[in-house]
């Protein structure tokens, strides 16, 4: 099914919404400028992740291999004293779950990996990346937001990726096509007392590492 035109309830026209991750590929298709996995957290798993200690939570920036991520990210966990159990051990199977996908998906064999701990408006104007491609997912706190802007100026209807829900997004240097006029940007939490976990992964080029 082609998600990519198709205008979907909470959704901008461009973006593809799929049920299921192998429906993602539809990113790949002219005209979509983004696609989203609609997915829930498992509820045990987001109500441990929303009482994590804000010092526990793991940070990083690291590039990759593919294959390396699940036993990365553990490492990551352990200098982190992220509590162990069966929720850590979900949350480090999705992120390398995420990490296969993307990379297959963008025949990628590196890896930009990012755990972001945010509690400030990191990013908060709208923007594309100048990067090939991206996926972002939001673990904890208010997910990614989007929108439509032909002119540049900042979209009149926005768009929030639900908290769990991967979005992958084009960056200015997807080869040869229009740019499309969808801009995201981090949700503006300053002043909330909100803690944002956010995943960042970036397929690795020659092109993006002299960036």
Request: hydrophobic share 40%.
């Amino acid at each position: 099914m082609n998600f990519a035109r198709k205008k979907i309830k909470d959704a901008a026209i461009g973006v593809g919404i799929a049920d299921d991750p192998t429906a993602l590929s539809t990113f790949l298709k002219p005209g979509c400028a983004a696609a989203i996995w609609r997915r829930q957290t498992p509820p045990e798993v987001q109500s441990w992740l929303d009482g994590v200690d804000v010092e526990t939570l793991p940070r990083a920036r690291v590039i990759l291999p593919a294959h390396a991520v699940g036993e990365t990210v553990q490492r990551l966990f352990d200098m982190a004293n992220l509590p162990a159990g069966a929720e850590r051990d979900w949350l480090q199977a999705d992120i390398a779950g995420l990490a296969d996908m993307f990379s297959d998906l963008m025949t990628a064999s590196f890896l930009r990996l990012r755990l972001d701990v945010v509690t400030t408006n990191a990013c908060r104007r709208f923007h594309i990346d100048a990067i090939t491609a991206r996926l972002v997912c939001t673990y904890r706190g208010t997910g990614t937001q989007y929108g439509i802007s032909t002119d540049g100026t900042e979209p009149k209807r926005v768009f929030t990726v639900q908290t769990g829900s991967p979005i992958l997004l084009r960056g200015t240097l997807w080869p040869a096509e229009t740019p499309s006029g969808l801009l995201h940007r981090s949700p503006p939490i300053e002043g909330t007392g909100e803690t944002r976990l956010v995943l960042v992964l970036d397929p690795v080029t020659d092109q993006e590492d002299e960036i």
